[in-house]
């Protein structure tokens, strides 16, 4: 079945650490994003990445990295700048849809939950 | 910038009606999703509008206004799994998705 992984579902951090969080799909989807959830909040777009090789931030990407070296896999790694890093992250990708004739839907993984102790 | 806003939160009964609004003033438009999210699950996809007009899928229906800026999801026949965050996100053209910060729906017997 097509679908977005992401690893590792829980992840804990001390301060001062860089941890990566990875993504991998296989819907064969060009475009490719991360988004930070903070509890009782909506979604905020971190990078996003619409070919291989090619990345922009989004709207809060200080402290933040990304590549796409592959078009399967968007890692993303949270530096030891990010202030409060302690959030629900989301990697999706756009493109078309199961079940759907034409329309292009955002797909998300299972999200990956850090915590900075 | 980008601003799309929605209620943040709503109550209703099983088996009613409810309407969940999203008014957005963006860059670019490129269509509106609809998601729902519940407790500390990824979001879901319910509905796509990119024209103006009704779009209908069982219980859901999302209306789209492109002149006002303007969506709305409605729910019918309110079932207690409805109880969720429900989300509204525009593509802002460059395949740039927006989220609004999203509307608790709170579903009682």
């Known amino acids: 079945d097509g679908g977005i992984t992401q690893s590792p579902k829980y992840l804990f951090r001390k301060e001062g650490q860089n941890v990566t969080l990875s993504c991998e799909q296989n819907?064969?989807?060009?475009?490719m994003y991360w988004y930070r959830q903070d509890p009782g909040q909506g979604l905020r777009l971190i990078y996003y990445?619409?070919?291989?090789?090619?990345?922009q931030k989004g709207d809060i990407a200080e402290g933040y990295s990304v590549s796409r070296e592959k078009k399967e896999s968007f890692p993303l790694t949270v530096t030891s700048a990010q202030k409060n890093p302690t959030a629900f992250y989301l990697c999706?990708?756009?493109?078309?849809?199961?079940?759907?004739?034409?329309?292009?839907?955002?797909?998300f993984g299972a999200g990956s939950r850090l915590t900075v102790l | 910038g980008q601003n799309i806003d929605q209620p943040t939160e709503m109550t209703a009964t099983e088996g009613a009606i409810v309407q969940i609004n999203c008014t957005y003033q963006?860059?670019?438009?490129?269509?509106l999703f609809w998601y729902q999210q519940h407790a500390g699950e990824a979001p879901t996809f319910l509905s796509y509008?990119?024209?103006?007009g009704l779009e209908e899928k069982g219980r859901f229906s999302s209306f789209l206004s492109r002149s006002k800026g303007y969506s709305y999801l409605l729910l019918k026949e309110l079932q207690m799994k409805d109880s969720a965050s429900y989300l509204c996100?525009?593509?802002?053209?460059?395949?740039?998705?927006?989220f609004g910060t999203g509307t608790r729906l709170l579903v009682s017997p």
């Open positions: 999706a990708s756009y493109g078309a849809g199961t079940g759907l004739s034409g329309a292009n839907v955002l797909t």
């Open positions: 819907l064969n989807h060009d475009a």
């Open positions: 990445s619409q070919i291989v090789n090619d990345f």
């Open positions: 963006t860059s670019g438009f490129n269509g």
């Open positions: 509008n990119v024209l103006d």
């Open positions: 996100a525009v593509n802002t053209g460059f395949q740039k998705l927006v």
